[in-house]
């Protein structure tokens, strides 16, 4: 698990009960391949949807 990752993207096969992410690791790349400038223009790589 991730250690203190919390994430509230509860739509993620990742995400557990009280907004944790049970990924082994997690990449977070920039918005759309551009130079980030806050926070909004990071994404999470490693998000894959719930089946
Ligand atoms: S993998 Fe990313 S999107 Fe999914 S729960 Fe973890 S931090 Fe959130």
Same mark, same amino acid.
């Given at each position: 698990?991730?250690? +203190? $990752?919390?994430?509230? /993207? !509860?739509?993620?096969?990742?995400?557990?009960?009280? %907004? *944790?992410? *049970?990924?082994?690791? =997690?990449? /977070? $790349?920039?918005?759309?391949?551009?130079?980030? !400038? %806050?926070?909004?223009?990071? +994404?999470?790589?490693?998000?894959?949807?719930? =089946?």
């Amino acid at each position: 698990m991730a250690k +203190d $990752v919390l994430c509230e /993207v !509860n739509s993620c096969k990742y995400w557990a009960a009280g %907004n *944790n992410c *049970n990924a082994s690791s =997690i990449y /977070v $790349v920039s918005h759309r391949g551009k130079q980030a !400038n %806050n926070s909004e223009e990071t +994404d999470c790589k490693t998000f894959e949807p719930k =089946i």
